[in-house]
């Protein structure tokens, strides 16, 4: 199974381009697919986020709002590919 990291996110968020800059980053390093969604393309997670975005989900788990965990986030990854 391949990890899976997404953020939810939307045009024009600065906080949304650091996240994404970060975890495009983090690719050079752990493998993972990293899956971008605009919350403005579907009202239900317009509602959902709108006041929390970025927000970041590995695996389907939702970790973190407004900034990355970065040591938190390695340790999930260093964790997942060890396994």
Known sequence: MTTQITIYQRD???LCEIATAQLEQLQSDYQFELEQIDIESNDH???LYLERIP???LDG???YDFEIDLPDLKSRLLAISAR
């Open 12 to 14: 024009g968020c600065h």
């Open 61 to 63: 788990e939702e970790l």
């Open 45 to 47: 997670l317009h509602r």
């Open 55 to 57: 927000v970041i989900a």
